[in-house]
């Protein structure tokens, strides 16, 4: 359910202006969550803040589609995105890639693990949160902050913030609430005259489908051809056990260069690093003690 409910400070004495809680929203940039501020806004809930953090990696396309959506968050008088990116202490690397490509490594979800975005997806909002003032203010008088995160109807398996046991953050999936698959949530974003974004994801994302990998040497054989340095990177490194190993490449039992080999992929003659957008707030992340909790996106 989502809703401003009231937050109460215990003590002897009643608040006169009980602070409700702050609500924020973990923006992706992509389909679900894009959906999820029209469904707010049709339902006159205006959050507080709005969050994007950036690994550096997303497709071109991705990041065209946040002056887009600025515009329309200023429209319909939102407050705009904020876009946050993890920043190591000690480390050079500013971007998820780069830090794979330090540590001559792919993102964790190839190895079946969930800290590549857990680090730099969760932790830098969390981290941008933890001096915002009014969940400052919402912490200290005894409250959390209402986070909600666009998991659509069908995704309940990702549901697990819900338990309560969050000290800081109470989470509303409400997508799920809603029934809204992704088909209604395409429909939602037409309905409010903005274009359908595309799937937002790292362009090296372990999770990429096949199909998802040729369209990507198809539309960007650069950073195509980039994926498949990163990989043949992990190969050639530290970390790599042999091709018996239960993670070969980036498809994690496939290779994306073997791959690419087989369906005959175009390929881009002068791969490079990007850097991804440039217009970011950085928040300054120590290292976290590892997480028992599952990844928000
Ligand atoms: S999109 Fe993929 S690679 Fe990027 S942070 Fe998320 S799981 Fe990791």
Same mark, same amino acid.
């Not at 702050?22 to 205006?46: F, H, M, N, Q, W």
């Given at each position: 359910m989502v809703g401003h409910s009231?937050?109460?400070?215990?003590?002897? $004495?009643?608040?006169?202006?009980?602070?409700?809680?702050?609500?924020?929203?973990?923006?992706?940039?992509?389909?679900?969550? !894009?959906?999820?501020?029209?469904?707010?806004?049709?339902?006159?809930?205006?959050?507080?803040?709005?969050? $994007?953090?950036?690994?550096?990696?997303?497709?071109?396309? !991705?990041?065209?589609?946040?002056?887009?959506?600025?515009?329309?968050?200023?429209?319909?008088? $939102?407050?705009?995105?904020? !876009?946050?990116?993890?920043?190591?202490?000690w480390a050079s690397y500013r971007t998820l890639y780069e830090n794979c490509w330090q540590n001559e490594t792919l993102p964790s979800l190839a190895f079946g693990r969930k800290s590549c975005s857990l680090k730099w997806k969760r932790q830098p909002q969390d981290q941008y949160v933890r001096s915002w003032a009014p969940a400052r203010a919402a912490w200290n008088a005894g409250c959390k902050v209402r986070k909600l995160i666009g998991f659509e109807a069908g995704e309940e398996y990702r549901r697990y913030g819900d338990q309560g046991n969050d000290p800081a953050y109470d989470y509303g999936y409400p997508l799920m609430d809603w029934e809204w698959t992704r088909e209604i949530c395409q429909r939602v974003i037409s309905g409010a005259g903005l274009p359908v974004p595309p799937k937002s994801a790292c362009y090296f994302c372990p999770a990429s489908k096949k199909p998802e990998l040729v369209q990507l040497?198809?539309?960007h054989p650069q950073l195509f051809q980039q994926a498949v340095s990163l990989e043949d990177r992990y190969r050639a490194g530290k970390?790599?056990?042999?091709?018996?190993?239960? !993670?070969?490449?980036?498809?994690?039992?496939?290779?994306?260069?073997?791959?690419?080999?087989?369906?005959?992929l175009p390929r881009s003659p002068t791969p490079s690093i990007t850097q991804g957008d440039s217009l970011y707030a950085e928040t300054e992340c120590r290292p976290q003690p590892k997480s028992r909790r599952g990844q928000l996106w």
């Open positions: 009231v937050c109460r400070q215990p003590g002897l $004495f009643p608040d006169p202006q009980p602070p409700r809680p702050p609500l924020v929203v973990a923006y992706g940039l992509g389909v679900d969550s !894009t959906a999820l501020l029209i469904g707010l806004k049709e339902r006159g809930i205006r959050p507080d803040l709005i969050l $994007f953090a950036d690994t550096g990696g997303e497709k071109p396309a !991705t990041y065209a589609y946040l002056p887009l959506m600025q515009s329309w968050l200023r429209d319909v008088d $939102f407050p705009p995105v904020i !876009t946050v990116r993890y920043r190591p202490r040497s198809v539309d970390h790599w056990r042999g091709a018996a190993a239960s !993670t070969v490449g980036l498809g994690r039992r496939f290779s994306w260069r073997q791959f690419a080999a087989e369906v005959a």
